[in-house]
């Protein structure tokens, strides 16, 4: 993952007023903006996001963010200005980062910082994001969050409100295979169907586990070795090394085999 504070060049003070995250493998922007943002020094495109009381841009108007200040896909003269560049094809990130982020429409620039410099108050933040998520029967899911909070959260009322998810009611198979977006920003069916941690966090319930959800738990979120390898495209061998040098942890472990948390898998491949 990487971090960059979006500043302002005509700001003196050149405090942070948004940060990026992007995550490389998943080539997925995200953007968070601090407790003290105010809608006048916001990216116009972010400002209604405060105006919701929200603080987090989903990943959709994140790329659109960073669309607008890279040059488009259609460019008639892309060929020239890829070679120009020394850039083999055309990469949203690769491009963002070639003017350190900035365009012609206003002054706002990006600066890469580390995770340590981020507000304090989003270490309480991200404790919120979705660690693992199960789905259950009756079409509800069993979520497992950062701070150690289970909850249940009942998709019947969603398909009522958001006619998008309709496909999942007639389709259990699609159901169940709901993913982690990366970061953990929320859940996902492919690319178009999402729900937003925040939202998965503010109307769960929160419950005790009982045995059944154990089950399905281990059904859908536990892989071994030849899985794992399958997950992260590579070999046995380096699952092995990854296990020697503490960057997999196995939840058990035999001679001839080792059992992961999906989870820990699918996060690894977004390094």
Request: with cysteine; proline share 5%.
């Given at each position: 993952?990487?971090?960059?504070?979006?500043?302002?060049?005509?700001?003196?003070?050149?405090?942070?007023?948004?940060?990026?995250?992007?995550?490389?493998?998943?080539?997925?922007?995200?953007?968070?903006?601090?407790?003290?943002?105010?809608?006048?020094?916001?990216?116009?495109?972010?400002?209604?996001f405060l105006k919701k009381g929200e603080r987090t841009v989903n990943a959709y108007w994140s790329k659109l963010w960073?669309?607008?200040?890279?040059?488009?896909?259609?460019?008639?003269?892309?060929?020239?200005?890829?070679?120009?560049?020394?850039?083999?094809?055309?990469?949203?990130?690769?491009?963002?980062?070639l003017a350190d982020g900035r365009c012609a429409q206003d002054d706002y620039y990006l600066a890469p910082i580390p995770?340590?410099?981020?507000?304090?108050?989003?270490?309480?933040?991200?404790?919120?994001?979705?660690?693992?998520?199960?789905?259950?029967?009756?079409?509800?899911?069993?979520?497992?969050?950062?701070?150690?909070?289970?909850?249940?959260?009942?998709?019947?009322?969603?398909?009522?409100?958001?006619?998008?998810?309709?496909?999942?009611?007639?389709?259990?198979?699609?159901?169940?295979?709901?993913?982690?977006?990366?970061?953990?920003?929320?859940?996902?069916?492919?690319?178009?169907?999402?729900?937003?941690?925040?939202?998965?966090?503010?109307?769960?319930?929160?419950?005790?586990?009982?045995?059944?959800?154990?089950?399905?738990?281990?059904?859908?979120?536990?892989?071994?070795?030849?899985?794992?390898?399958?997950?992260?495209?590579?070999?046995?061998?380096?699952?092995?090394?990854?296990?020697?040098?503490?960057?997999?942890?196995?939840?058990?472990?035999?001679?001839?085999?080792?059992?992961?948390?999906?989870?820990?898998?699918?996060?690894?491949?977004?390094?």
């Amino acid at each position: 993952m990487k971090i960059f504070a979006v500043r302002d060049e005509s700001d003196p003070t050149r405090r942070d007023v948004a940060y990026l995250l992007y995550y490389e493998q998943a080539k997925r922007f995200y953007i968070e903006l601090p407790e003290n943002a105010d809608p006048w020094s916001t990216p116009l495109l972010l400002s209604s996001f405060l105006k919701k009381g929200e603080r987090t841009v989903n990943a959709y108007w994140s790329k659109l963010w960073v669309q607008q200040r890279i040059v488009p896909p259609d460019r008639q003269n892309l060929g020239q200005i890829l070679k120009a560049n020394h850039l083999a094809s055309y990469d949203e990130f690769d491009l963002l980062m070639l003017a350190d982020g900035r365009c012609a429409q206003d002054d706002y620039y990006l600066a890469p910082i580390p995770e340590a410099d981020l507000p304090k108050s989003f270490v309480e933040r991200f404790q919120k994001k979705v660690e693992d998520v199960i789905p259950l029967e009756q079409y509800q899911l069993l979520l497992f969050f950062r701070d150690g909070i289970v909850k249940k959260f009942n998709m019947n009322s969603h398909f009522l409100t958001e006619k998008a998810f309709s496909p999942i009611l007639k389709n259990k198979a699609l159901f169940d295979s709901v993913a982690i977006q990366p970061g953990g920003y929320g859940i996902c069916w492919g690319e178009t169907l999402t729900i937003a941690d925040a939202v998965l966090y503010d109307q769960g319930s929160e419950i005790p586990l009982s045995q059944s959800d154990f089950e399905r738990f281990v059904t859908f979120r536990i892989v071994n070795t030849a899985e794992a390898a399958e997950l992260l495209h590579c070999s046995r061998q380096n699952i092995d090394d990854l296990v020697r040098r503490g960057k997999l942890h196995p939840v058990k472990a035999t001679f001839k085999n080792k059992l992961f948390m999906k989870s820990e898998i699918i996060q690894r491949s977004w390094k």
